[in-house]
């Protein structure tokens, strides 16, 4: 058994001080070949500062050596040496073969950084050496994906994938169905994900199938990945929203809904799947669970406008306008806002006979709504009513410059004429 044998085998039987003395001796004594495989063994068991004394030594000896540099660089990254380790780098020669190595972890250093555009161009480097390397092909889509250059990403996947179906771990026909999915080429997309899955079913993927044929309008196949992952892992939260919003395209609002309560059994603070459940509810007439789920969703998240929005539309619909004003005001003194919420309480407040109030909100609420059709109907005979014909006929006016067919207005201005 050689020295490097009897140093490991005394380290991983535990006998750590035993294999450090001979590992001291080989450092002294041993031979260059020796120190840089016992190097290695540091390398790998996490010793860094001692695998990067035994190459700092070797360095010495052989300056010009690529591997030797490119090795050091790796210890100094892990050891957060980024400077060092660029230093070293940047000597790597252009005629070293280990040049588009040390072009790549360049990369990686200057991205970790934020210099984004020299790490760019260094993994351009390493593609103008090697163009026809995977693992270049990879770096370079990789950088662009993970900067949201989607477009870009994609011929560097496409060509990857012409040699490799996986690199570091990472399914290539599943990263580039994603890219295309994140560019809305939803259908260009699907098929790579049928491939990725016939490689290796994975639930992610299931679910971003399904998400992609959504958003693509295949809804029947969302909802066949989508149960096929219902089936596979139930407690997927994320697949019930979608699922049900699939089943709703397909008109199914029966089980659209049975699919938001389906997924509120296995969480039910998801304040997304509770306004869902909300919202189809009131479609199929069920309002007080559509209440029941509108103020959770609240509860749980005052801040949640669609839901706090939804909820108020509905009151107002109910002529339940106390509760309308105070959903919206303790909303808006935890520091939430939105013009909407204006509007509302201006229409509660008007049919509660706070007139100066609901004055004040269509005031705050017109710099948003001044080219809203609805909201200048609803200003308009507000004013109207308060007496400011004046101030009414102007609202007219601006609504039957945006809706010249509301014949309702005319002849109102016509009467304001006469």
Known sequence: ??????????????????????????????????????????FSWGWLEEAEALLKQLMERYP???????????????LEKEEEALDILTEIDENDPYYVRACLLAADLYQMQGLDEVSEQKLLRAYEQLPDEPIVQFALAEFYFTRGEYQKSVRFYEQVLQKEKTIAGVAIKER???????????????????????????????FRYGFTAYQAGAYKTAIEKLNELKVLDREYVPLYLYLAKAYEQEGDLAKS?????????????????????????????????????????????????????????????????EEVVEWITQAMNSGEYDPQLEWDLAKAKQKLEKYDEALNH????????????????????????????????AQFEQLLRLDPTNDEIADLLLQFEE
């Open 64 to 78: 010009d050596d690529g591997d030797i540099r490119l090795f050091l660089a790796e210890v100094y990254t892990e």
């Open 176 to 206: 580039l169905a994603e890219a295309l999915s994140l560019l809305g080429e939803f259908e260009q997309a699907l098929p790579y994900y049928e491939e990725a899955l016939n490689d290796r079913l994975d639930v992610h993927t299931l």
């Open 257 to 321: 809904y049975d699919t938001a309560k389906e997924g509120l059994t296995i969480d039910d603070l998801n304040k997304e799947l509770l306004l869902y459940a909300g919202k189809m509810a009131l479609k199929l007439g069920k309002t007080d669970e559509a209440e029941t789920y509108l103020k959770k969703a609240v509860e749980i998240d005052p801040g949640y406008l669609e839901a706090l929005l939804t909820l108020t539309k509905w009151l107002l619909h109910e002529e339940r306008y």
């Open 362 to 393: 269509y005031e705050e609420a017109y710099t948003f709504f001044k080219n809203d059709p609805d909201f200048l109907y609803d200003y308009g005979y507000f004013l109207l009513e308060e007496g400011k014909r004046e101030e009414a006929k």
């Open 1 to 42: 058994m050689n020295r490097i044998d009897q140093i490991v085998q005394l380290v991983e039987n535990g006998e750590v001080e035993k294999g450090m003395e001979l590992a001291e001796q080989l450092k002294r004594e041993g031979s260059d070949e020796e120190k840089y495989i016992l190097a290695e063994h540091f």
